[in-house]
């Protein structure tokens, strides 16, 4: 069954734009898994700070997998600095 893994992300102040390109960029990486099914990002409408990464995996376990090893990349790595506070993760099944 398909995962749908949505990720809470908070800017720093002046860094909004900057980590959503960052994110948007760091997305390929996960678009050319063969398990990765869509990927996007989303902004608050209200709150320009407040970030959604969302993406649909084809299981849990190949998220996961896939998110141990991005956190070594230069890529992802270099926009931790971006970010406020921890990342939210919240995982969502279909039912419908």
Request: aromatic letters at 8%; charged letters at 25%.
């Given at each position: 069954?398909s995962?749908?893994?949505?990720?809470?992300?908070?800017?720093?102040?002046?860094?909004?734009?900057?980590?959503?390109?960052?994110?948007?960029?760091?997305q390929?990486?996960?678009?050319?898994?063969?398990?990765?099914?869509?990927?996007?990002?989303?902004?608050?409408?209200?709150?320009e700070?407040?970030?959604?990464?969302?993406?649909?995996?084809?299981?849990r376990?190949?998220?996961?997998?896939?998110?141990?090893?991005v956190?070594?990349m230069?890529?992802?790595?270099?926009?931790?600095?971006?970010?406020?506070?921890?990342?939210?993760?919240?995982y969502?099944?279909?039912?419908?």
């Amino acid at each position: 069954m398909s995962i749908i893994v949505n990720v809470n992300v908070r800017a720093k102040p002046g860094h909004a734009e900057a980590l959503a390109r960052g994110i948007l960029e760091a997305q390929k990486l996960a678009l050319v898994e063969t398990q990765n099914q869509a990927a996007s990002v989303l902004r608050n409408a209200d709150d320009e700070h407040q970030l959604v990464i969302h993406e649909v995996w084809d299981s849990r376990e190949a998220y996961e997998a896939f998110n141990r090893r991005v956190f070594t990349m230069p890529e992802v790595s270099g926009l931790m600095h971006m970010i406020e506070g921890e990342l939210d993760y919240r995982y969502f099944e279909m039912v419908g």
